[in-house]
């Protein structure tokens, strides 16, 4: 578990920059799943609607899959 530096210094120290940077990346990095998760979820849910469009097509042309 990260913690932010105990120094409540008016002036940055490096400890508080690299906190800083994790924080930054873990949010980066966080978003990134969240738009990759979303993108399959999208895909997936295309897939079906394909999908079942091509079953009511064959059930009108009376074939079965």
């Given at each position: 578990i990260r913690r932010?530096?105990?120094s409540t210094q008016g002036v940055s120290s490096a400890?508080?920059?690299v906190y800083k940077r994790q924080v930054d990346d873990d949010a980066r990095e966080?978003?990134?799943?969240?738009i990759?998760?979303?993108g399959r979820a999208r895909a997936r849910k295309e897939r079906q609607?394909?999908?079942?469009?091509a079953?009511?097509?064959a059930r009108e042309?009376?074939?079965e899959r």
């Open positions: 932010p530096p105990r400890a508080s920059d966080l978003c990134a799943k969240a990759i998760r979303r609607v394909r999908s079942r469009g079953k009511r097509d042309r009376g074939v």
